[in-house]
């Protein structure tokens, strides 16, 4: 069960880097307004913000139940030339008592991503192969905005106007979505997520049209999903992404030692990030003695 939980994190982390570090190739809604807004995305060379992600679940395995919250904060930097993510941030799991250090970043050359992280000051990297038509296809759903509304009214994020546009995405979308990273993350391809849908919310910056926010709130129709004998139903899941600055960050360099790292196979990372999350719960244990 430790692993599905190290999957729900690690898997945000890992689709993050690849969504957030695309998004200027998507279209969203308002097909004007939206246009502009991906024409400015791919004359940006480099952005930075923040992630907030929680999860409230309840996961049960084998008539054995328990509830939970995890979330994960932290801050994101992007340059175009050459094409890197860096994410880093806190990763906290209640039931475990768990709060840990993450450090990730995402590299992308020709046609393959090479992603290295770091927990409990160990760093790994694996390398992935990279669909360009597939990570297209993950936002076909929204790319001729007829489910997309754009609200009549602008708001502001601190003094600057906001337009404001929602929609939803069934769970069979989101599956489409998750199943482009199956081989970054382990099993994501094989849950069930039809009995979910999710409420996305974009703002676009009035001046400059650029993204200013992306969030996504996901909620469970009740029989919640399942892979491998482990059901979670969510109670909320929730994504915000928060453009703060863009064209500030001149490069990104990636520490040697991340560079120097193990290699480990893609589909085999989670089974890594298992053993240095089982390491903590067992010296969190310890010192609880």
């Known amino acids: 069960m430790r692993k599905k939980i190290v999957w729900l994190l690690v898997s945000v982390m890992i689709l993050s880097a690849v969504v957030f ?20 995305m791919e004359k940006a060379k480099s952005y930075t913000g923040d992630m907030d992600m929680k999860m409230s679940m309840n996961v049960s395995s084998q008539g054995v ?16 030339e050459p094409e890197i993510v860096h994410m880093k941030g806190t990763m906290d799991v209640s039931l475990l008592g768990l709060s840990m250090d993450m450090d990730m970043y995402s590299q992308v050359e020709d046609d393959k991503a090479t992603v290295y ?21 993950m936002y076909a759903i929204a790319e001729d905005g007829k489910d997309m ?36 993350t382990e099993g994501v391809g094989d849950m069930n997520w ?19 926010s992306v969030s996504i709130e996901m909620s469970d129709s009740g029989e919640g999903i399942e892979s491998e004998g482990v059901t979670v139903k969510f109670n909320n899941l929730s994504v915000v992404m ?11 360099e990636i520490p040697e030692e991340a560079l120097a790292a193990k290699s480990v196979d893609s589909e085999n990372i989670l089974g890594e990030e298992e053993s240095i999350l089982e390491s903590e719960v067992s010296e969190t244990e310890t010192e609880a003695q």
Request: proline residues 1%; charged residues 25%.
């Open 242 to 252: 928060n453009y703060v600055d863009f064209d500030s960050v001149d490069s990104i």
């Open 149 to 184: 509304t754009l609200a009549e009214e602008t708001e502001k994020i601190g003094d600057r106007e906001v337009y404001v546009l929602t929609s939803t995405i069934t769970g069979e979308e989101f599956q489409e979505i998750m199943g482009v990273m199956e081989n970054m």
């Open 21 to 40: 570090g695309g998004c200027g190739k998507k279209e969203v809604t308002a097909e004007s307004l939206v246009k502009e807004a991906n024409e400015n």
């Open 65 to 80: 139940a328990m509830d939970m919250d995890m979330g994960m904060q932290g801050t994101i930097e992007y340059t175009a």
């Open 194 to 212: 039809s009995n979910m849908q999710a409420n996305v919310t974009m703002k676009i910056y009035k001046d400059t049209i650029l993204p200013a």
């Open 117 to 137: 992280m770091c927990m409990m000051n160990e760093w790994m990297k694996s390398e992935t192969g990279i669909d360009e038509s597939s990570i297209q296809d």
